[in-house]
């Protein structure tokens, strides 16, 4: 993976905007995007957790940015995604999304990706989605 | 035979206490998202915004906008749901649980199924809990813009079940 021109990426998606989004990694199909907490994404009061909402967020554009990334790749469109919350991620910690294509067809691109907080250790959430893939004219 | 609440009074503690819940939660504020009621049933609405888009050459708004209102609708729908007896029954008082917010229900995961693109206009959402167990719950979420019979995402989401101390 090589080093990217990061702002144009997230400054072209202005919900990745807002949330904070920086794109740390990307290329070759993989994609590496964090953020950091902040108090207007808590989701739970009570705890200062944030909400999985943000975290999907998080999720979904990276795993955009990966099959974006993938050799060939015109546009994408998410078509589904489940993610499976582990653990609540710490409050105050930066939370970092790595995504990878591991299976890419003539329409489909399928995407798995992992969320992990300062502890990088023990994921917060993994991710699992199905994204359509469409390929620039003439390339296989 | 016991005289019937006057209507001002149910309203008042039925809007007070869904007011309480929503506002607890800073990220359905971040995103705009309101609820309008009748009697028990909720929907979601998120007026457009923006800041909402994810592909702006479409416009189309972002997945995570997506996915993050139909798990705002699922939790708030959850959470009504299990306060909804403690409240109507006078048990739980919308006062008390301003003061005590309740403990929400957890997401264990939740899957997303984008059925169509997400045009730039205001989306609505309603939540049905298909069961709801002491620990575990099981909810569905369906999304639509202009035409309620078009839903433009649905999602499934399991939930683990805060303890209540009712017993």
Known sequence: MSKPDTTDFINALPFARALGMQLEQIGAGEAQISMLWDARFIGDPATGVIHGGAVSALMDTCGGAAVMSYPGALTTATIDLRIDYMRAATPGQRITARAQCYHVTRRVAFVRATAHDEDSENPVATATGAFTFDRKEGSA | ?167
């Open chain 2, 1 to 167: 035979m016991k005289r019937p609440e006057p209507v001002q009074q149910v309203k008042h503690r039925r809007d007070t206490a869904l007011t309480t819940l929503v506002n607890a939660v800073p990220y359905a504020g971040f995103l705009g998202i309101a609820f309008e009621r009748h009697g028990d049933e909720l929907t979601a609405v998120l007026p457009y915004d923006e800041k909402l888009i994810g592909n702006p050459v479409l416009p189309a708004l972002h997945g995570g906008v997506i996915a993050s209102f139909l798990e705002v609708a699922a939790i708030i729908e959850l959470s009504w749901a299990m306060l909804w007896d403690e409240l109507e029954s006078g048990r739980l008082s919308p006062e008390s649980m301003a003061e005590n917010l309740p403990r929400l229900p957890k997401t264990i995961d939740f899957t997303v199924d984008y059925l169509r693109t997400g045009l730039p206009r205001d989306a609505y959402a309603r939540a049905r809990v298909n069961r709801s167990g002491r620990r575990y719950a099981s909810v569905h979420v369906e999304a639509w813009q202009d035409n309620r019979a078009r839903l433009f995402a649905q999602a499934t989401g399991h939930f683990l079940m805060p303890q209540r101390n009712d017993g």
